[in-house]
């Protein structure tokens, strides 16, 4: 895409492309990211298979006394057992303090991500950790997955909304591999939930196991976590 056009009334009507002019009514412009990595590059510091700086879990680089991180360095993706490149601010501050301590001369490691994101979209939360079917299919692993809507609150509540829940969980085992939320409320904390679980290595049995907050304008007795699990292990021996 090239170019956005403003039409009347401050609406966009259409945009110019390569392929020809089309007519629209909303642009989502998704650019995606690159690591700028050429000074690095020109310097010898070694890049990994991701395209960003190849660093080990003390954020070092191959050069000694070099560190790299955040968006320009590869982050180890612990689901996936290997680096990944998912840039984010939350990532790069962590990052960021291990190789600020180790070229101060202490010795921290970076733990790794899980994959773990959320934004907006319009009125709604949308979040994500982990595998998607997608990437859990692309690294050879046989999994079961659910998609459950229930509500971010007990459902007679009169303010209760839609909360939608996908679980993806390792076919053999039953541990989760990833999830997905989209609500008007509570998609980002049942997400972080779903994450604390990834990173504990948790199973479907465990995840139904956790001890959850629970009062009517809160949540239902099962969280929406736990009733997805609950689904979804009526398909997968956990
Ligand atoms: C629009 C937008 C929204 C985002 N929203 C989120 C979000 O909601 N949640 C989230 O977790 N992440 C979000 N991110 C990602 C997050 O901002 C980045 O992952 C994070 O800022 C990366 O930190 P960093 O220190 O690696 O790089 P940066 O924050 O980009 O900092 C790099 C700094 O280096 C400077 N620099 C570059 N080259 C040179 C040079 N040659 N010499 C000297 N200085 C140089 C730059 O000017 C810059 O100040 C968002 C990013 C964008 C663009």
Known sequence: MH????GRDGRVEHVHTSGGTIAADLVLLSAGVRP?????AA???QLGATGAIAVDEWQQTNLPRVYAAGDCAEHFHRILQKPAYVPLGTTAN???RVAGRNAAGGRATFAGIVGTAVLNVFDLGVARTGLSEREARLAGVAYEAVVLESADQAGYMPDATALTVKLVAEKETGRLL??????????DKRVDVLATALYAGLTLAQLEDLDLAYAPPFNSVWDPVQAAATHLRRNAPA
Not at 36 to 40: F, K, Q, R
Not at 181 to 186: D, E, L, Q, S
């Open 178 to 187: 990833g999830a997905q939320a989209v609500g008007r409320h509570g998609a």
């Open 3 to 6: 170019e956005a056009c403003e």
């Open 94 to 96: 962590k990052q960021g």
């Open 36 to 40: 700028n990595v050429g000074l690095a």
């Open 43 to 45: 310097a010898g510091v």
